[in-house]
């Protein structure tokens, strides 16, 4: 698909439009600082358990859109309860 573009937009070598390649470079060299400080950072216990329930809901609700929230959470705390009677 060829598309006419502005005078001042070029194409990097990803394929994405941009305005100039000096502010590709700097959002490229951004973004990668972000990314690997995130990949240093240890996740709390809390921060696990929310991003668990999160998923959870996020791929139950694809199936069912009776899902809410609550019931994650319920059922969340009854299997960590079983886990913890064993």
Sequence with gaps: MNVALPSAAVENPEGLVVR?????????DNLQQLIDAARRRPFSEGEREA?????????TKIENDL??????????????????GR
């Design 51 to 59: 991003q668990r329930r999160s998923f959870a809901y996020g791929n």
């Design 20 to 28: 100039s390649k000096s502010r590709v470079n700097i959002m490229s």
């Design 67 to 84: 899902i809410t929230r609550e019931m994650i959470d319920e059922a969340d705390e009854r299997i960590k309860a079983e886990i913890k």
